[in-house]
């Protein structure tokens, strides 16, 4: 990593080369989803089975789509009891939280006559899509299932590969932690297609919800509008404002950590602090030689990662906005009044012991964020995902008198006479 001053050309450049990242499929991933995607509508089972057994090398025929309870018993049973308390102890902060999220039906009557209202009802069968291979994360489905299960959602289902037929066991624990209700043993763009059309196996979901490879997230955006969607999930990202008091070694840690999820990753410090800036760099170059994951860190470092020295505060925060990070850490004397200034994050991590990692687990808010900068319109996955509401509106005779004749002119100045006549013939008594 090298610094970056904001007056030099580069920094513009940098930031475009880091915003652009993986917003624009590939050709040959879209042809290659939207060929599986077809497939799996149109032949159901048979198209599905003949891609997991290509993909991830599970004969679905021999090993059974659905998990079934003992196959669940199984995989649970390989979780130590201490990993399973840990598990158990993200789950109680994460459903602590979501349940401030709850959301209720309403009615009001201001007026003699009218009652309006909205009432919130759960979507009644949800999918979530939990990676199995390379990439294995129980805290995602802890995120995604237990929002579902507050609002009320009957059916949770979970899709996942199982390689050679086995779930993965962490898989399996947090499944039954957070409620789910059944799972199957599929992956990849056919398994979002399997919800979305629904198969002789896999019932047809109203939402499919968790993040994945480049071939999950074209085919959930492809799908999009036959069911719907958490987020096209990019890349993951992390930008930091330090203001020097923090120590150096902090700020590269939490770099690290997120250039380690995979060679897209980006990660960005912030300072108008230069010395701080060299002591991070050094930190960085430090601690990376005893991470596991070197190599894919140090490529998302070298491709997506920025020391970034600004001329202040004020220009800190304007990048900061500008960019909307998924995660947003202020390393800073007083982070609050400076977030009083951040108009654009998924989450916000304040303070110099509140690393991003312990929002991935521990702390109880969802780490299902919107990411490359859609944070400017979205918001962080919640309870209210997984309700839908419907308005409801009640006019007495008395109240249609009051405001019906307007009703009925507006519809006029829209030039739909029809609705105009059918407010007006109440009006009137009378039938044409």
Not at 102 to 117: F, K, P, V, Y
Not at 302 to 327: L, Q, Y
């Amino acid at each position: 990593m090298k610094i970056i001053f904001t007056s030099e050309k580069i920094f513009e450049e940098t930031l475009q080369r880091i915003t652009q990242r993986g917003r624009v499929f590939e050709e040959a991933i879209w042809t290659a989803v939207k060929t599986i995607v077809n497939d799996v509508a149109l032949r159901g089972n048979a198209a599905l089975f003949e891609y997991t057994q290509k993909f991830d090398q599970c004969d679905l025929r021999t090993d059974g789509i659905e998990v079934s309870g003992r196959e669940l018993d199984q995989a649970i049973s390989k979780v130590t009891p201490k990993d399973m308390d840990i598990l158990a102890l993200a789950a109680g902060r994460i459903e602590a939280f979501h349940r401030k999220q709850e959301m209720t039906s309403w009615i009001s009557s201001d007026e003699d006559g009218i009652e309006l209202g909205q009432r919130v009802l759960p979507l009644e069968r949800i999918g979530i899509y939990a990676p199995g291979g390379l990439a294995v994360y129980p805290s995602t489905v802890l995120m995604a299932a237990i929002p579902a299960k507050i609002a009320g959602v009957a059916e949770i289902i979970l899709v996942s590969p199982a390689k050679q037929g086995g779930l993965n066991p962490l898989i399996a624990a947090v499944a039954k932690l957070s409620g789910v209700t059944r799972i199957f043993k599929i992956g990849g763009a056919q398994a979002i297609a399997a919800l979305a059309y629904g198969t002789e196996s896999v019932p047809k979901v109203d939402k499919i919800v968790g993040p994945g490879n480049a071939y999950v997230t074209a085919a959930k955006k492809m799908v999009y509008g036959i069911v719907a969607i958490d987020m096209i999930a990019g890349p993951s990202e992390v930008l930091i404002i330090a203001d020097g008091t923090a120590d150096a070694s902090f700020a590269a840690a939490d770099l690290i950590a997120q250039a380690e999820h995979d060679e897209m990753a980006s990660a960005i410090l912030l300072t108008p602090d230069e010395k701080f800036a060299r002591q991070v760099i050094s930190e960085v170059n430090a601690q990376l030689v005893l991470l596991p994951k070197k190599s894919i860190a140090v490529s998302a470092l070298e491709s997506f990662g920025a020391v970034i020295v600004t001329k202040d505060f004020d220009e800190a925060v304007t990048i900061a906005n500008r960019f909307a990070p998924e995660h947003l850490e202020l390393l800073v004397d007083q982070p609050k009044q400076l977030l009083d200034r951040i108009r654009h994050a998924g989450a916000a991590f304040l303070g110099n012991f509140t690393p991003e990692a312990i929002g991935d687990y521990m702390a109880g808010p969802n780490h299902i964020l919107p990411t490359g900068g859609t944070a400017r319109f979205s918001s962080p996955l919640g309870v209210y995902d997984f309700v839908k509401r419907t308005s409801i509106v009640s006019f007495s005779e008395a109240a249609l008198g009051t405001y019906g004749r307007q009703a009925a002119r507006f519809a006029g100045m829209e030039g739909l006479d029809g609705h105009g006549h059918s407010i007006s013939i109440r009006l009137s008594g009378k039938k044409p």
